[in-house]
């Protein structure tokens, strides 16, 4: 079932104007906006919407306030999505709006829904970093951008109780046809799509997770410089930076968190490792390697008190 992105992520929203705000500081583009909410998009055509969080058109969430609503996945053919379909109708409701999407819900509750993807071709720039026999910027000065645009969507991260993992994670994998990459017995199951793939497509995150929610989305940027940019940006216009910059452990990419007034967190990122299926998943009895390096606001409190207490915790069994 070859799933191949994320389309779409929907939001409902209690704020609107600061929601809208936050993803226009962000760098996304707006593309509708009125009183039934907004629209943003990606140059690799994903989109973003904002409804308002009564909006009985939204699916229900695990969770209440802003957040997350529903996740449409990208298949590549609409045989694709013919397959999929027929697989979750083996055991939950699955419901086909007339703008050809599909609609049902995980094992956890989370919504989700699949349709054709309809990618456009984005040509970010590429950083250009000089270094002893290399001269990839000749004669030219760095300069700060005047705005920037993140190229896309990269994944998404869920809060799920340690119990919940295992089933949770056997939907994705068994049934829909993502690989594992990594799982932490302490902090979460990484999954990525098939083929050459970033490190995860999709996080279920149990460090620390006393109720299954959503936690945060990402967005990629070009390169190093972009995502201090960006931060700094986002800052001057008032909004909190939860957790970074710095460069996490597994997936290896450079990152920085915001609180997002729309639920959860946005993170921007860029360089994560790649993998494709030939990549044997490894499982950490731990949390994990530690950083590779963290600056700024560092690892939240929240976690830290997390991490310290699975340490002091035997792994759970398998």
């Known amino acids: 079932m070859p799933i191949t992105r994320i389309e779409s992520?929907?939001?409902g929203v209690a704020d609107m104007a600061a929601g809208a705000r936050f993803f226009e500081d962000l760098g996304l583009e707006k593309?509708?906006?009125?009183?039934?909410?907004a629209r943003f998009r990606?140059?690799?055509n994903q989109t973003i919407t904002l409804r308002p969080i009564d909006d009985p058109s939204l699916p229900a969430s695990p969770e209440t306030g802003p957040t997350l609503r529903e996740v449409t996945w990208g298949v590549d053919s609409a045989a694709s999505l013919d397959a999929i379909a027929a697989e979750l109708a083996k055991d939950r409701a699955v419901r086909k709006t007339p703008d050809g999407a599909l609609h049902a819900r995980d094992e956890t509750g989370f919504a989700i829904a699949f349709a054709v993807s309809n990618p456009t071709p984005a040509t970010p720039a590429r950083p250009r970093v000089n270094n002893h026999d290399v001269s990839a910027r000749l004669n030219q000065r760095v300069a700060p951008p005047t705005r920037l645009t993140p190229t896309r969507i990269g994944h998404v991260v869920y809060r799920v109780?340690?119990?919940q993992r295992e089933k949770?994670?056997?939907?994705?994998?068994?049934?829909?046809?993502?690989?594992?990459?990594?799982?932490s017995l302490m902090v979460g199951d990484f999954m990525r799509l098939s083929g050459i793939s970033d490190h995860h497509q999709l996080l279920f995150m149990?460090?620390?997770s006393k109720e299954a929610r959503f936690d945060h989305a990402a967005l990629e940027l070009p390169g190093f410089d972009d995502v201090l940019w960006s931060g700094g940006h986002m800052k001057a216009r008032g909004w909190n930076g939860t957790w970074g910059p710095g460069r996490q452990p597994l997936g290896n990419h450079i990152f920085w968190h915001f609180a997002n007034p729309c639920g959860g967190e946005i993170e921007v990122f860029t360089d994560m490792d790649r993998f494709d299926d030939s990549w044997q998943p490894v499982v950490w009895e731990?949390?994990?390697p530690p950083p590779v390096w963290m600056l700024g606001e560092g690892i939240p409190a929240e976690l830290r008190e997390a991490i310290a207490a699975a340490n002091k915790k035997p792994?759970?069994?398998?």
Do not use: M, Q, V
């Open 206 to 208: 149990t460090i620390g």
């Open 286 to 288: 731990k949390n994990g």
């Open 9 to 11: 992520l929907t939001f």
């Open 31 to 37: 593309r509708d906006a009125d009183g039934a909410g």
């Open 161 to 163: 109780l340690p119990e």
């Open 315 to 318: 792994p759970e069994e398998h």
């Open 168 to 183: 949770a994670s056997a939907f994705y994998l068994e049934r829909l046809g993502f690989k594992l990459t990594d799982r």
């Open 42 to 44: 990606t140059p690799t």
